[in-house]
């Protein structure tokens, strides 16, 4: 069987205590990927150096190998927070508003994407197959090829795909899609993600897309298709039910004393619709004034990407308006929003999301979003909890029978707030089953055979992923 090499911006080792801190799913998800079809995870370590050596760490933790390389600061500035965190994720997530376009930003991440080819290439044998994740390194296929490659590559995208009147706003945008033609396999979370790529193939690339995903630019020809990212179920539910989880479980009851809680867990992230949550639930407070003393919001939000000054901003603008809220309607023996600026192990966070009788995951816009999945799985099924989730987020074509909401509406947020409150256990039971069942079927497990799979066959079969 073919080895597979795994590329992506960040490179987390396995460690034999799980993943902790604001460490999520995927990176569990791909070290298991690894296992499976043995090969190397490449990326970069985190680490800066005063000049880039291409010297390769290669490491062999719990049957991952991994090959990390350092960067240098100005490759960090312009690559990292500027054109992947700057540039391309506020696009993505619909913010043209936040979008900075510096010429730098740009050489710096073709530049680090050449870096990446350089160094990886020599470890790359002729039968492997090549999986490229995310928007930090959408050229590298193309840089591959001009190498000489001629592996299956394919190439992931963890975001959404913006519609084509939003995308032609970049610069360049054409010379950054058409280097992704390089790839013989794209995937998205979604169909509408997919979509969006194919109208913009169209549009601006003049190409055609075939009934069979196959998509055809003058004589490129290769396969796109959604391949939603799934949780780790099997291992969320045992997380849920170890000594940690309950431990945790107890720790945050026992604080509540009986009151319900509504929980949101998010990286500080101005995609994640935070302060519109928090406005939200303060409409909440005021429309419902009896229940004011019964609830209360714990929000789980660990800083991100904190060089990026937006994300320093949007953490001085929610620490300012838990404050207000807090402010407004505490009492002497009540606080109604917890807001907690760190993370958590998964185990403990799965005894949080049990002790939930509510959960609100109402980003603005989200490629999927494993939080809400990761709620559904760590229920209790005689008496699991309520989802109320955003339309934006990939993963409500999957959870249709979470509550949905759009979460720019305070009054949405409200009322669902109110209804999830009020909703007898027999509902609650009825939404929960239908919901984990395809948080179990359609589990990372799954994911990443339908996408391996998928690649290893572009060429020879359709290319489209196995049913779950
Ligand atoms: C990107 C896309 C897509 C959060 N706080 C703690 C913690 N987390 C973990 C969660 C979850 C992960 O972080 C977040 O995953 P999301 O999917 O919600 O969001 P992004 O980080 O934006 O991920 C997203 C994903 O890629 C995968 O393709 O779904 O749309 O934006 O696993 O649990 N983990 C721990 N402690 C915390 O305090 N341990």
């Known amino acids: 069987m073919s080895r597979l090499i795994v590329i992506s911006n960040r490179v987390s080792a396995p460690t034999s205590h799980g993943a902790a801190g604001a460490q999520g799913g995927l990176s569990v998800a791909l070290a298991a990927a690894l296992r499976e079809y043995r090969g190397i995870w490449f990326g970069w370590s985190g680490q800066q150096t005063e000049s880039f050596t291409g010297h390769i760490d290669l490491q062999r933790n719990l049957g991952v190998t991994t090959a990390t390389i350092d960067l240098e600061e100005q490759d960090v500035d312009e690559y990292y927070n500027g054109y992947a965190n700057r ?48 928007y930090h ?21 963890h975001i959404p795909w913006p519609p084509a009147r939003l995308l032609v706003s970049l610069p360049f945008h054409q010379r950054l899609v058409r280097s992704m033609l390089a790839y013989d396999l794209i995937g998205f979370h979604t169909e509408e993600w997919l979509d969006s790529f194919h109208h913009y193939v169209e549009r601006e690339l003049g190409g055609t897309v075939h009934p069979d995903g196959t998509i055809e630019v003058g004589d490129r020809r290769l396969k796109a298709a959604a391949f939603p990212i ?43 619709g935070l302060a519109e949550r928090f406005e939200g639930y303060r409409r909440f407070l005021e429309e419902h004034d009896n229940c004011r003393g019964q609830v209360f919001l714990l929000q789980i939000a660990p800083p991100s990407r904190g060089e990026v000054h937006t994300y320093e901003a949007i953490r001085e603008d929610l620490d300012e308006l838990s404050g207000r809220i807090n402010g407004e309607f505490a009492e002497v023996d009540w606080v109604p929003i917890r807001y907690v600026n760190q993370g958590y192990p998964r185990a403990e ?24 999945k990761e709620y559904v799985a760590a229920q209790d099924p005689e008496d699991p909890g ?30 669902a707030i ?10 609650r039971i009825r939404r929960w089953k239908a919901m984990v069942e395809s948080v179990r079927n359609e589990d990372v497990v799954w994911w990443r055979h339908a996408y391996v799979e998928a690649l290893r066959g572009c060429g020879e079969g359709d290319g489209s992923p196995p049913a779950p």
Do not use: C
């Open 386 to 415: 309520v989802l109320i989730l955003s339309r934006f987020a990939g993963a409500a074509l999957q959870l249709k029978d979470a509550l949905l909401v759009n979460p720019y509406s305070k009054d949405e947020i409200s009322d």
């Open 418 to 427: 109110a209804k999830a409150m009020a909703m007898p256990r027999e509902e």
């Open 137 to 157: 390194l959408i050229p590298l296929g193309a840089q591959l090829r001009e190498m000489g490659l001629t592996n299956r590559i394919g190439f992931f995208l």
């Open 87 to 134: 540039t391309l994720w506020p696009l993505f997530h619909y913010r043209i508003d936040l979008a900075e376009y510096d010429r730098s930003f740009g050489s710096g991440y073709e530049r680090v994407n050449h870096r990446f080819a350089e160094t990886v290439a020599p470890l790359i044998e002729p039968d492997d197959l090549v999986w490229v994740h995310d």
């Open 230 to 272: 799934g949780i780790d179920h099997k291992e969320f539910v045992e997380a849920a039910s170890s000594d940690t989880a309950r431990a945790a479980h107890d720790r945050l009851l026992k604080s509540a004393e009986g009151k319900h809680i509504v929980i949101g867990v998010d990286r500080l992230d101005y995609s994640k």
């Open 349 to 372: 966070l799965a005894g949080f999301y049990r002790a939930a009788k509510i959960a609100l995951v109402t980003p603005l816009r989200d490629g999927m979003n494993l939080v809400a």
